[in-house]
């Protein structure tokens, strides 16, 4: 009789689980033989090691509480609105002196402020009036001085001239001399200051060149060229002589003589309370043109000849006086 192989199988897994039972279940498998254990390994609270190895502190330090920390926003600067009164009376024409108060008490930022409102307004007249008070009036650096001669550049060729009449005009004569014959790039520069000039006086001088050649027949190489200003009536007055060596190639002796222009109406202004001008670095054409403004043409021309009135922008309107 054969036996099925599950029962041969249980009955050889009960012999094996007996036999391990009862030949195991007197002994004692959790109590070591012979090594000592630690003393705190016995049942005891294992956070008393912890305490052996930290050294007790005999006095703690005070602890203080946690500070509320608020950062400090840094206050933006107030920006003050221009007041309709620091505007001053739009429905009248400005005189040349518009804002000079206002810019005797006022730094050339503000001013430049006081041009941009004016320049969204449409008074565009006024917004260059307030920049030129930058450059003849307020004392400013040489970035703010560089700041309102691009403005004054921006906007003068959009507006028109500040006379309108020719006879009201300042006649003077741009003096050049010259030991020989002038050359055609002289004659051509000469020309040119003086075409310059009255653009950017908005008209107020009228100059004309004149070009005078020494009386000596001989002719002195690289001989120096001299000029001035001068009233062309009789018993007007004139700026001191200027004199400069003429430049080694004809096409710089132009900005030569421009920036000597500059500087002799500049240091002609200096009698007239004007400070000499801040070094800036600009071509010779833009000092001529946008370091001077119109109420300083007005003046170094009255500084020549006998003084006129001042022009309005309106001839038929008398100037207007600026409460600032």
Do not use: C
């Not at 050294?55 to 920390?69: H, Q």
């Not at 309709?84 to 008490?105: K, V």
């Amino acid at each position: 009789m054969r036996i099925h192989w599950s029962i041969s199988l249980l009955a050889s897994l009960g012999v094996i689980f007996l036999t391990w039972h009862f030949r195991t279940k007197d002994l004692d498998f959790m109590t070591p033989g012979s090594t000592p254990l630690p003393r705190e390994d016995f049942g005891e609270d294992l956070a008393v090691g912890v305490s052996i190895l930290q050294p007790k502190l005999e006095e703690t330090p005070e602890i203080l509480e946690p500070l509320e920390i608020n950062p400090i926003n840094p206050e933006e600067p107030e920006v003050r609105p221009i007041t309709s009164t620091e505007l001053g009376d739009l429905e009248a024409a400005p005189g040349l002196n518009a804002y000079r108060e206002f810019a005797q008490n006022n730094s050339a930022e503000r001013l430049l402020e006081l041009s941009s409102v004016l320049r969204t307004m449409g008074q565009f007249q006024r917004s260059l009036l307030a920049l030129e008070r930058i450059i003849d009036t307020s004392e400013s650096s040489p970035a703010e001085l560089q700041e309102a001669g691009q403005g004054i550049g921006a906007l003068e060729p959009s507006l028109p001239p500040w006379n309108i009449d020719a006879a009201g005009a300042y006649n003077l004569t741009f003096n050049v001399g010259t030991a020989g014959d002038a050359s055609p790039e002289l004659k051509i520069a000469a020309l040119d200051i003086a075409t310059m000039i009255k653009k950017h006086s908005g008209n107020l001088i009228d100059l004309s060149p004149k070009i005078t050649r020494g009386e000596s027949e001989e002719i002195i190489p690289n001989s120096p060229i001299t000029l001035w200003i001068s009233a062309t009536a009789d018993k007007g007055k004139s700026t001191p002589v200027l004199s400069v060596k003429p430049p080694e190639t004809p096409d710089q002796l132009a900005d030569k003589l421009i920036l000597m222009t500059f500087h002799s109406i500049r240091n002609q202004l200096e009698k007239a309370d004007y400070p000499l001008p801040l070094p800036i670095e600009e071509a010779p054409k833009t000092l001529l043109s946008t370091q001077i403004t119109r109420l300083m043409w007005r003046d170094f021309a009255e500084s020549l000849i006998p003084a006129k009135s001042a022009l309005p922008l309106d001839p038929t309107k008398a100037p207007e006086t600026e409460v600032n």
